[in-house]
């Protein structure tokens, strides 16, 4: 039977025109094939869908029925027909698994992109079944799998310092042996951020973008940070988070305003924030939303991008996942990508921290332990701290309440720490890569566990303070072995002060092994609190 592919037709094909898209916002229903009216009344259901990349030369065509197939020159008319059929059984809808142009035709291209197409049936019984029917045509189709629905990565609810209130409860950027949440911590067990501050590197001219459930549009320590951003969940500008609350945490963990007498501080205190909207309400969104937030985000300059989302390994591996493509195409448009490892130990790392062109964070508490729900696994890269770390809520229904600061515990949260660092890199010197950026980060992280790289801690901790040091050709503060190169900065956020001495007083009365640095050594007595005396009055060279 003939099909179609007249100019009546045409206006439904799957191609990205630049007719279709063009400007910044993304378009949306111009692109659906429609082979069976499908509507979702719940505007926060993530449909369950099937993603299938066509083999090069697939076009969507109508057959004189109006039924939506596939047609390729190799393939004869039935094949195109029996696929009718299929589609229509099922009451499929096809439409571009990203649902704009990208802006990097090219790369894009080469990556396949445009060759990812979402096949989303009337119900979510039927994908299974669908889905097996599909794996017969590969005349069309390369590859399909059912697109994966990622959630969010908290657990459940059960010298330049900061004039904000609340930054004494933020150990993860300098701890002090401070109790948090009945836990007293060890001092220096944090990514060392005032010694970052203290080189002027606060993500100046850096835009951060949050893939998450939005960012509120009125906590007053984010308001003045954020960027025009997008809601891929329900196509439109709003990108508020008034729920969960998840992305507006982990926004403030990244880049809170600093020195504004309220609140927290970020970690890049300057740097921009974009929100981009790829979870429902509930913290949960389809493998297509993040996957076209990321290529949105790097097209409009995000240098980095914040991922505190977990999918699951794709069936039979990610080398040909649409999630796995838009990574390589933000790395190599130049937005780093940093992403949450999961929280299931027993798991392996979820995706998209799992692929090659990511930054898999794990979670550490205030004494450097990793945390006991963090995953595990060889794609791990680095550690940050992630348990009891307080920022900013806005939520009516969850937590302490609208436009306040409340605790969470996840890798969701150590992720925000590495893109922050990441951002303070970018901003101390604009030039650097994302591969440059990335092998700072891990060249410079304190090691943890067992020496050298371990599937538990990465390659380590972050250090904030190294990190941008490298970044601007000085030499970084080392610790070997367990011992610092210099001792007076007893809490390892490279500058000397009264925060030290007070770190080591507290260390020294409390009997911590810590204090213990002049000889008889296993016995804490006033030859150590001497020795840390002269060596607070002398420096660091």
Known sequence: MPLHTTSAVAAVLLVHTASLCTGTTPCFATHRIISSATAHSDAEQIPESILIRVVP??????????????????????DSERLAKLLLQYGATLS??????????????????????????????????LLAG???????????????????????RL??????????????????????????????????????????????????AILDAGVSHSHPDLADRLVPGWNFIHGNDNTDDAYTSHGTHCAGIAAATA????????????????PIKVLNKYGFGAETHSAAGLIWAADRGARVASISISFDP???????????????YAHHAGTLVVASAGNVPTDPIAAPARYPNAIAVGATDNRDVRWIASAM???????????????????????????????????????????????????????????????????????????????????????????????LGLK???NIDGLLACPADFNRDGTIDTRDFVAYLKAWATGSDAADIAPPIGIINSLDFIAYLNLYATGCP
Not at 64 to 74: F, I, Q
Request: hydrophobic share 35%; charged share 15%.
């Open 57 to 78: 030369g697939v076009v969507p065509v109508l057959n004189e029925e109006g039924n939506v197939t596939l047609s390729h020159p190799k393939a004869g008319d039935d």
């Open 259 to 274: 020195n504004n007498t309220i609140g927290i501080s970020g970690v890049a205190c300057h740097a921009s924030i974009m």
């Open 159 to 208: 010298g330049v310092i900061p004039d904000d209130p609340l930054f004494p409860q933020q150990y993860a950027l300098q701890n002090t042996g401070q109790t948090v949440q009945g836990q007293t911590g060890t001092p220096g067990a944090d990514i060392h951020a005032p010694g970052a501050w203290s080189l002027d590197a606060f993500g100046q001219g850096v835009t951060i």
């Open 377 to 471: 696994g060889p794609e791990l890269s680095v550690v940050a701290p992630g348990v009891n770390i307080i920022s900013t809520w806005d939520s009516k229904v969850h937590g302490k309440g609208e436009n306040t600061y409340d605790h969470a515990t996840g890798t969701s949260q150590a992720c925000p720490h590495v893109a922050g660092l990441a951002a303070l890199l970018f901003s101390a010197d604009p030039s650097l890569s994302t591969t440059d950026a990335r092998a700072i980060i891990e060249s410079t992280a304190d090691d943890l566990g067992s020496l050298g790289w371990d599937p538990k801690y990465g390659h380590g901790r972050i250090n904030a303070a190294s990190a941008v040091r490298t970044a």
């Open 476 to 478: 970084p503060i080392q």
């Open 96 to 129: 571009p698994a990203i649902p704009f142009r990208p802006a990097k035709t090219n790369l894009a291209s080469g990556l396949g992109l445009d060759r990812y197409l979402a096949v989303t049936p009337t119900t979510a019984r039927n994908a299974d079944e």
């Open 314 to 328: 794709a069936p039979g591996g990610d080398m040909d996942t649409l999630l796995r493509a838009a990574v390589d």
């Open 134 to 156: 599909l794996k017969d045509f590969s005349i069309f189709i390369e590859y399909a799998y059912l697109c994966r629905i990622g959630h969010t990565d908290s657990a459940p």
